[in-house]
Every structure is written in C-alpha cells, then in structure tokens.
Nanobody, 123 residues
Framework: QVQLVESGGGLVAPGGSLRLSCAVS????????VAWFREAPGKQRDLVAG???????NYANSVRGRFTISRDNAKNTMYLQMNNLKPEDTAVYYC?????????????????WGQGTQVTVSS
C-alpha cells in the first residue's frame, strides 16, 4: 500500500512563501504521476496541481503562476513551492499518486490519504 506523509506547512503572512513536501513509500515512486490537493474548512478537497510523468502540469486557476509542483525520484518525494501566498490559500494540503493521470486528478489516486499539512496565511 502506498503511504503518503505531507510536511512543511505553517503560519505565514500574506505574500510569503512555503515549500511543502510529500514523502511516498510502499510503491515505485518513479512510475507515478503526482498531485497536490487542498481542503479548506467547510469545503471539498480540490486539486491544486498535478505533474504528469511526461512533465506536463495542471494548476488550479487560483494558484497558476504562484505555485510550482516538482518531484525528486531519488528521494521518493514531491514538492509544492508556494509563493505570494494569500489568505484564501489557507487549507490542509494533501498529496497523492497514481499511474493513471486522469484518475489522480479526480482525487482517486492509489495512495492512502495522509494527515495532510496545515497552511495558514494570515497577518
């Protein structure tokens, strides 16, 4: 079973930056597409960014140009660099993986959802 552990969240002022990490174990990381999701209080879990094995990316309109998804296969880890953070980015952030990109973007990746990492943007 693929396990996911997110880290790197915290409290940051508007305009600040954070880099989230997601350590993946229990599978062959290099064969997976990867993605980040977030869940704000009272809202559903939404896709933030996806990175296909081909290098193609998808970003939510609200984060395009501010967030960057990446991966390091040698470390079995994916990242989300978040710049120019806004209060509306406040949420719990989750990661997942899947060999099938569309299934991953739908939020039905093969990984067991982790605890997530809290990001709070506030002055």
């Amino acid at each position: 079973q693929v396990q996911l552990v997110e880290s790197g969240g915290g409290l940051v002022a508007p305009g600040g930056s954070l880099r989230l990490s997601c350590a993946v174990s229990g599978g062959i990381f290099s064969i997976y597409n990867v993605a980040w999701f977030r869940e704000a209080p009272g809202k559903q879990r939404d896709l933030v960014a996806g990175l296909k094995l081909t290098g193609d990316t998808n970003y939510a309109n609200s984060v395009r140009g501010r967030f960057t998804i990446s991966r390091d296969n040698a470390k079995n880890t994916m990242y989300l660099q978040m710049n120019n953070l806004k209060p509306e980015d406040t949420a719990v952030y989750y990661c997942n993986v899947d060999q099938t990109y569309w299934r991953l973007l739908m939020g039905t990746g093969i990984g067991s959802w982790g605890q997530g990492t809290q990001v709070t943007v506030s002055s």
